[in-house]
């Protein structure tokens, strides 16, 4: 693995022909627009560009040009093509970008914005200060004088937007802003993008009553937790986007952590806070992201989960 910097990522874009795109499984809305965005410029760059996930793509997405060029594994697997590059977006381990890496034999490259990047790929451009690898792909447009179009403008946008909650939390930097700014000026629609991302049917609603009473407050209030249940989660799938927020906006919480049963012997936990390291909690049980937002996975019921991250958590 080697780091490499804004000019040798550009050489080598400049001297592949062909490139694969990839983002992690579970796809959120930095992973899909930016990955939809930078295809649009390599594109025009006039370069063979694809698109694989290693996931279903989620149906809040379909607003976006060019994502119904993402395919699946299977297909690639039916398709053969060799390309001169496997680019990876916005995913910080091997593991996470699924049954891809084992599909392509080309050089991997990784554009990230994750501290806790494993350096897998052969050639790395981390930009850890950066709120979203949305935030990097504009950025590098920028810089190279690509156009950035009224599509990848909406893209991008909804990249940056949705990595940093709608410019709230403490990710955000002057930088962050000004990359939104230039998307807008191409032509982003921040109430568009904001009303398709945040809507809710009823029924998601009805869903969310119930979860709520789930939430508890421990240590003087300063975390909080909240549940979803396996029967819950059968019922969202990767839709979890917003219940760790509720908990999250209270005003004496640092800590909010988000408790998924993905099986009766398996929790996923997302980590919150608006001081604490959590990413140094999240190691602690052998996973990872950023200082104020992490996860990890423990082997054990929810309950079970809850009481050893209470232990860890000053
Ligand atoms: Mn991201």
């Known amino acids: 693995m080697s780091k490499i910097t804004i000019n040798q990522l550009h050489m080598a874009l400049y001297e592949a022909n062909s490139i694969m795109l990839t983002v992690h499984v579970r796809p959120d809305g930095d992973a899909i627009g930016s990955m939809v965005a930078f295809y649009e410029a390599l594109i025009a760059q006039g370069k063979t560009v694809h698109m694989v996930v290693d996931d279903i793509i989620p149906e809040r997405y379909s607003f976006l040009s060019y994502i119904d060029q993402i395919k699946d594994v299977a297909y690639y697997e039916a398709n053969h093509v060799s390309v001169d590059m496997l680019m990876v977006l916005d995913a ?10 084992a599909l392509f034999s080309a050089p991997i490259f990784n554009i990230d914005h994750h501290i806790s990047n494993s350096e897998f790929a052969d050639h790395l451009y981390l930009k850890p200060e950066f709120a979203a690898t949305g935030e990097i792909i504009t950025d590098l447009c920028e810089q190279w004088n690509w156009p950035i179009t009224e599509s990848m403008a909406n893209a991008l946008y909804m990249a940056i937007a949705t990595d940093c909650g709608f410019f709230k939390f403490s990710n955000t930097t002057a930088n962050t802003l000004k990359m939104a700014s230039l998307c807008v000026a191409a032509g982003a629609r921040p109430n568009v993008i904001s009303e398709t991302i945040e809507a809710v049917s009823a029924a998601r609603l009805e869903l969310t009553k119930q979860v709520m009473q789930t939430i508890a407050f421990y240590k003087d209030n300063r975390v909080a937790t909240i549940e979803l249940s396996p029967e819950v989660m059968a019922i ?11 908990i999250r906006n209270v005003d004496t919480v640092d800590v909010a952590i988000l408790l998924k049963g993905e099986s009766p012997n398996r929790t996923r936990i997302s980590l919150r806070s608006k001081g604490t390291d959590v990413n140094a909690i999240a190691n602690h049980f052998g996973g990872g992201g950023h200082i104020r937002a992490a996860g990890c996975t423990i082997e054990t019921s929810i309950d079970e989960a809850k009481s050893r991250l209470l232990e860890v958590i000053k």
Request: avoid cysteine; proline fraction near 0%; aromatic fraction near 10%.
């Open 92 to 101: 910080s381990t091997y593991e996470r970008i699924g049954r891809v890496g």
């Open 236 to 246: 969202l799938g990767d839709d979890t986007d917003g219940f760790v927020d509720i």
